[in-house]
Structure formats: C-alpha cells, structure tokens
C-alpha cells in the first residue's frame, strides 16, 4: 500500500505478517506465491482496498483528469469491433485510466468476478444489465473451403449438415458442444453437428476450415476477409440466421464509475457499428 504519490510504503508486507502473525507469501530466490492465508486476505478485504485506492487516486487527480481502472471481459470475435478501435484512442485522452482486457469466451458473472463492463450478444446479457450497442445486426454464417466442397457434397438443408465433417465449438463454460442454429422464415432448426475436431474458439474453427478441414459457424463480419479472397464459401446462406450485435454491458450502479462512463462515451462513438 502506498500513497496517492506513491513516493512512501505505507506497510510493508513483511510488516503487515507480523502484525498479523500469519505468511501471507512463500518466498524463494526466484519466486513468489501466495499462500491461502494470503489468498483469503485478497478476496475478502479486496473490494475494500480498491475502493480506498480508487479514492487515493481520486485525490491525487489534478482537475478535470480521471483515474482508475477498467477491467473488460471481451470475445475474440469482438476484439476488432471494440478494443482495437476504442481503447487506443481512450488511453490517449485519459492516460491516467488502466484497462485491461481479458479476452475469452466463457460465460461471465462480471459482478462477481470483478469485471467493470463485459461484451457479449445480446441474448447472451442478463436483463438486469445495461446495455450498450456497439454493432449493427450480423449473421451467423456456415462456411467452408473450395477443396473441401469439392470433396464432399454441398450440403442443402440444415439436416444434410449431420453427413458433414463439422469443426465443433465447446463452451468454455459448460464444455458442451454448442449446436448449429438456422432459420428460415418463421422455421428454425438446432443441428448437433459432428466432427474430428473441436475447439472452444471461434477464429480457430474459421482458421481450420479455411484448410479444409471441415465446415465452421461463424460470425459473417469475422470471416469477410477469407469470404473475399475465395479461401472460404458461404452454405446454406439461405438458412443463415441474423442476430442484433455486439452489446457492451455492465451493471447500473457502475454508471457512477467515471472511468467507465468515459469509456462508454469512447465506446459509443468510436466502436465499429457496420460490419
């Protein structure tokens, strides 16, 4: 612990042990870990330490400034439409504002994990959440290479897909496999596809597919590239399904949060909303 200058330890780790009569670190000439007592000090007195720091911070601002820090719970898929576009530009008008970002593909409980904000679609938000849009709708596309559909017959309708070599997606968060959804018109389909091979990854299973491995889902805005230059294919475009975007979401009482309200502010103008 320091002060706002930081020019001064407060307490020394060291210190705070004998104070305490416990090892809250193991030690070594190369290493250092935390031990469970330390471990339990972190979780349990962790939100109040961040708040105290947040409010040394807070003081040590000059006018005007904000400092802080935003932690981002953020998709692969969504890394272009959001981080790479906005957080550059961010950290140039507020430099004295950390953020980071944890990219995965996990279903979060950013309240309990510690996130500000996270980004994910919308069905997939808690409707206790603000949200924010950061895309325009896109679709769901199946996609495949030339010499993979030269090997094996384009498929035609949703249930075809269960003959096919299908690269599947596990969720990090329950390890099922996800299914493929379709639709057409008022029809939907939910197709437990099959394959060698799986991933928890989204751009992996575009990758793999783009060397004929097999057939991929995929969001349309992240495979464009690979669509344009002929090294992917749409199928069953006629099935494709069309979801509203890309959200970014945090609860309602982070709206006193400045760091965040700036960056939903930098979000809202700068995030890439055609895709």
Known sequence: MTTPSRARPIM?????EAQLGVVLLNRTTRSVAVTDAGRRLVEEAGPGLAQAT?????VSAQPGEVVGRLRLSVPRAAVPFLITPVVPAFRTRHPRVEVEVV???????????????????????ERDMVQVRLTDAFRFVVVGAPSYLARHDTPE????????ECITLRSQTTGTAYVWELERGRKS???PVRGG????????????A???????????????????SGRLVRVL???APTVPGFFLYYPSRAQRSGPLRLFVEAARELSTKAV
């Open 237 to 239: 475009e006629a099935y």
């Open 210 to 228: 783009a060397e004929g491995q097999g057939l991929a889902y995929a969001l349309e805005p992240a495979v464009q590239e690979d669509l344009r």
């Open 189 to 191: 389909w939910r197709v």
């Open 12 to 16: 020394s780790t060291g210190q705070l």
């Open 157 to 164: 309708r949703p249930e075809d897909l269960l003959r096919h």
């Open 54 to 58: 947040a409010a040394l911070q807070g």
């Open 103 to 125: 990219v995965e593909e996990r279903f979060v409980d950013i309240v309990a994990e510690g996130y500000d904000a996270g980004v994910r679609l919308s069905e997939s938000i």
């Open 197 to 208: 091979i799986a991933t928890n990854d989204h751009m992996t299973s575009v990758a793999l």
